[in-house]
């Protein structure tokens, strides 16, 4: 069973557009809730994560958004550029549980295409 | 942001062989490693954490003994396909926790098995 579940799966946006992934969580135990970035054949690299004392977190061109009552984080991708074409991940973690200490529960993913 | 390799980058090898990667973190100290495997278009599926100087802990369904992990030092943890099948063909990546929950990537082994 996924405990973090991510929309849309793939997504098309021109350049200079908003790109916006959600995603949605149960286990209100999480309190870390990182994005990650992947290009094909490359490990994913730490993009941007927010905590859920803070509503929403801006780094440059990216931003998360967190609703703690809806169970709901997403990112926003301003300005997209056709460099932003990847696949992106949202994850979330426990860090006050010691059998699962920095253990990731990662979303599904999404294929973020930016035209030119 | 924090520096996590792998070696080799990727490797073919045939059916019956063993294969060792490792994973190292450059420029932290890391008591926890994760290994992961992704197949195409999928997300990142857990196989195992990894303690420095202790027993690796397995996720449900992964083969204790085929996948042979040891964290040898702070900086160094490696996994060991043993006696690979063309079904363990796959994408293999490590990560390292720098501070609490701050888990950096290394850039993948894709192994192909023949």
């Known amino acids: 069973q996924q405990q973090v579940k991510q929309s849309p799966q793939s997504l098309i946006v021109q350049k200079g557009g908003i790109s916006i992934i959600n995603c949605a969580y149960e286990?209100?135990?999480?309190?870390?809730f990182p994005w990650y970035q992947q290009f094909p054949g490359k490990g994913p690299a730490l993009l941007i994560a927010?905590?859920?004392?803070?509503s929403e977190k801006k780094e440059g061109r990216f931003t998360i958004s967190f609703n703690k009552s809806a169970k709901q984080f997403s990112l926003h991708i301003m300005d997209s550029q056709p460099g932003d074409s990847a696949t992106y991940f949202c994850?979330?973690?426990?860090?006050?549980?010691?059998?699962?200490?920095?253990?990731?529960?990662f979303g599904a993913g999404t294929q973020v295409v930016v035209t030119p | 942001g924090a520096v996590v390799s792998q070696h080799p980058s990727w490797v073919i090898c045939k059916s019956g062989t063993s294969v060792k990667i490792e994973c190292r973190s450059l420029?932290?100290?890391?008591?926890?490693m994760f290994w992961y495997r992704q197949f195409p278009k999928q997300s990142l599926m857990l196989m195992a954490t990894?303690?420095?100087?202790?027993?690796?802990?397995?996720e449900q369904g992964v083969e204790k003994d085929k996948f042979l992990i040891n964290h040898a030092s702070l900086t160094l943890s490696t996994l060991t396909v043993t006696s690979a099948h063309p079904e363990d063909s796959s994408f293999y990546i490590c990560s390292a926790i720098r501070l609490v929950n701050e888990q950096f990537f290394g850039p993948g082994t894709r192994l192909t098995v023949l």
């Open positions: 990894s303690n420095e100087g202790s027993k690796a802990t397995y």
């Open positions: 420029d932290f100290q890391a008591t926890t």
């Open positions: 927010i905590r859920p004392d803070v």
């Open positions: 286990n209100t135990a999480f309190d870390y």
């Open positions: 994850a979330a973690s426990n860090s006050r549980r010691t059998d699962s200490w920095g253990k990731l529960q």
